[in-house]
């Protein structure tokens, strides 16, 4: 029974190491924040985040192979917004609200280069023998504030991160500069630091739009 169990196993650990990519992330801001709690300050109320709906419902793919399509990025960004219940700095609307201060939010993947692109797409051709490499992730994340139903300012920040593919990337994972880490099931899941670091930017924004005197 267990040599019958044996290659199903083999296979499984195989096709799952192959279907998972190393990825490394670079949350904007100093390292100090790398971790930090993204928090509201008690001086300031919660300013109301609408995401329009036809981002949380598509497109079905990423730009990039292995990242999951951004509408799951949204998700994962909403419920981890949900999750600071009164203490973030956002709450969820579903509709632009017409006075006061609200914001909107946009998410978009970045480009991949043709070079790029034509070599990950043969990746799966080769066995993921050969190692591929790719610093071209990255998602552009655009704040919009309104107040007054007027807009005001456009406040954008960049995500940007690595990949690296190969069928034995886990053994010299240990061995690269940053912040790597293996991402199982990688176009169903989103990295943790990619979360963080979008999550991050709500706290530049913040600061951002203190500074220029639309939050007080």
């Known amino acids: 029974m267990r040599r019958q169990l044996l290659p199903h196993v083999s296979v499984t650990i195989a096709v799952t190491l192959l279907l998972s990519s190393c990825q490394s992330w670079e949350i904007p801001g100093p390292e100090s924040i790398r971790y930090a709690v993204v928090a509201r300050p008690p001086e300031l109320p ?4 609408y995401i329009p709906e036809y981002l949380s419902e598509g497109p079905s793919f990423a730009k990039h192979d292995n990242l999951p399509p951004p509408h799951l990025i949204l998700d994962a960004l ?9 203490s973030g700095l956002f709450k969820l609307t579903r509709t632009p609200q017409e006075t006061g201060v ?4 946009r ?3 970045t480009e991949v280069p043709a070079m790029v692109g034509a070599w990950g797409a043969l990746q799966p051709f080769t066995l993921w023998l050969i190692p591929f490499y790719d610093n071209s992730l990255g998602y552009r ?3 919009e504030l309104f107040i007054d139903a007027k807009l005001k300012k456009r406040y954008q920040y960049h995500v940007r ?3 690296f593919g190969w069928a034995a990337a886990f053994l010299v994972m240990p061995f690269m500069s940053g912040h790597w880490h293996i991402q199982l099931d990688s176009r169903r899941s989103v990295n943790d630091d990619l979360l963080q670091g ?11 739009a203190r500074r220029d005197g639309y939050l007080k």
């Open 46 to 49: 919660q300013i109301s985040l």
């Open 78 to 86: 909403k419920k981890k917004i949900d999750g600071q219940n009164e």
């Open 102 to 105: 609200f914001c909107s939010l």
């Open 107 to 109: 998410l978009e993947e």
């Open 141 to 143: 994340i655009t704040y």
């Open 161 to 163: 991160g690595k990949m």
């Open 198 to 208: 979008l999550w991050v930017t709500s706290r530049m924004f913040g600061e951002d």
